[in-house]
């Protein structure tokens, strides 16, 4: 099986949740590919799977994120899994907090494309990824990489259960 990964990444730490991913993919025995999104959008030739990531800023996803969704259901591959995941900043600790600011975590960018991804009638992975950076611009949070092998694995999974 083979996955491409479509990353935006301004400061270096979503492509590294996606290299992570990547890597866990070819440890399972798979090949993957990354790619950044902004890059002309390569043939689908020989692509079983299609994992989309970007960061979430001031609440919202990279609009390019949701042309490559769209682009997907344009050319037909509605039957080829899909799964999405972002960057956010810390969560806030409690729920109270949470209320306060959580327009600029939720949905976030991998609401926006999940949504997007749904509208689009995909073939999406209901679970989702999301890897927090400390302050701003990172590093990512010592879980993040963690999270990202168990995803990939379980993404693997999914993907080939059709
Ligand atoms: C201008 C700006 C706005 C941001 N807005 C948000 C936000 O609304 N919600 C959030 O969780 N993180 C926000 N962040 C933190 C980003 O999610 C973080 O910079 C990003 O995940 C880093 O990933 P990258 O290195 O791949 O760009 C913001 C960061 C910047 C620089």
């Known amino acids: 099986m083979k996955t491409l990964i479509l990353y935006r990444s301004y400061y270096g730490n979503t492509k590294q949740v996606a290299e992570a991913i990547a890597q866990q993919i070819n440890t399972l025995g798979h090949q993957s590919s990354i790619q950044d999104i902004r890059l002309r959008f390569p043939d689908l030739q020989g692509v079983d799977a299609i994992i989309v990531g ?23 591959h509605t039957d080829k899994p899909v799964a999405v995941f972002d960057t956010i900043a810390i969560l806030p600790s409690t729920p109270e907090e949470m209320e306060k600011v959580k327009k600029w975590f939720s949905p976030g960018a991998v609401g926006i494309m999940q949504n997007v991804a749904r509208d689009q009638g995909l073939n999406l992975f209901s679970e989702t990824l999301r890897c927090e950076v400390t302050g701003m611009k990172g590093p990512l949070a010592e879980n993040a990489i963690g999270k990202a092998i168990a995803f990939a694995t379980a993404f693997i999974s999914f993907a080939q259960r059709r």
């Open 54 to 76: 970007a960061p979430t800023r001031m609440g919202r996803v990279t609009r390019k994120a949701k042309s490559v969704l769209r682009h997907l259901k344009r050319k037909g």
